[in-house]
């Protein structure tokens, strides 16, 4: 099987352009791929699909084999990958995800490369039913408290597609995200388990985000997560509808629109190509 490597601030995935090979079980192979030690290495799979209601169809594979409904910082690779290889040579094309039909921007320099892309993540979804997670189902949980690992913590939780839960903290280098962050995506409250981001606010305009993502462990970078944390800041007053998001892997613009949408624009970075036995 052909496959490329590529990041989104350095949240990695192996892509497999399925308009060239059939995978049959995409969830044991993410969990084969992603293995960093026997495997290629990624926080998972992602698999590049015709589609017969946009442009482009992606499916994403968490590493523990679980398939999400959305990834941000793929979807710009999968927009760059069928950009330069002439797949879809449009700069504005329509990208179908289990989050929606999702508008996307690329920004290619005279020689066809992209490296920017901006995408459309859609509008957020608030409410305890649409998260989703335990309480009255028309409910939002916005600074809401609840307990784990014999700590109060206050969560404000957000849906892109997929369940997140922004969790704002003083010292975000400091704070145990690999003791508490499995615990949280676990959590009793999380029927479909969650992804969590630790967020120190630096200003209005800049935030510091950690992510503990759903089926992957930490990653260096969440765009779904740096989304719904645009969502919270605004929700809890803590930063504006525009921000510049600072993730371990590189920095992610994001606007929370009047209108609805949440705009993201951010780095898709090819790394090698190569084969993997199926
Ligand atoms: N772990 C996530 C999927 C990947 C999302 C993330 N990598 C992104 O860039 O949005 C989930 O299970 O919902």
Same mark, same amino acid.
């Given at each position: 099987m052909k496959f490329t490597k590529m990041h989104g601030a350095g949240n990695d995935y192996v892509y497999v352009n399925g308009f060239e090979e059939t995978i049959d079980n995409p969830e044991e192979l993410a969990v084969r791929v992603s293995d960093r030690h026997f495997g290629i290495g990624s926080d998972g799979l992602i698999l590049i699909l015709p589609s017969d209601r946009a442009d482009v169809r992606m499916r994403i594979f968490n590493a523990d084999g679980s398939e999400a409904e959305m990834c941000g910082n793929g979807v710009r690779c999968v927009a760059k990958f069928v950009y330069e290889r002439g797949l879809v040579r449009k700069e504005r094309l329509i990208i179908e995800t289990g989050a929606g039909l999702l508008p996307v921007e690329l920004f290619p320099d $005279? @020689? @066809?490369?992209?490296?920017r892309v901006r995408v459309g993540m859609g509008e957020p979804r608030l409410t305890r039913g649409e998260i989703p997670m !335990? =309480?009255? $189902?028309?409910e939002r949980a916005v600074d809401i408290p609840f307990e784990v690992a014999g700590r109060t913590l206050r969560a404000t939780c957000v849906s892109m597609g997929n369940p997140h839960c922004v969790i704002y903290v003083d010292d975000v280098d400091a704070f145990p995200v690999a003791e508490l962050g499995p615990q949280i995506e676990r959590h009793p409250l999380f029927p479909q388990r969650t992804n969590v981001e630790f967020v120190q606010v630096l200003s209005q305009g800049e935030v510091r985000q950690r992510t503990w993502e759903? =089926? !992957? =462990?930490?990653?260096? $970078?969440c765009g779904t997560g740096a989304a719904a944390v645009t969502v919270a800041g605004v929700l809890t007053g803590r930063? =504006?509808?525009?921000i510049v998001n600072h993730l371990a892997g590189g920095d992610l613009v994001l606007e929370w629109l009047e209108a609805g949408p949440v705009l993201m624009t951010g780095p898709a970075t090819e790394v090698f190509s190569g084969e993997f036995p199926l």
């Open positions: $005279a @020689g @066809g490369r992209v490296d !335990a =309480g009255p $189902a028309d759903r =089926g !992957a =462990g930490e990653t260096l $970078a930063s =504006g509808r525009r």
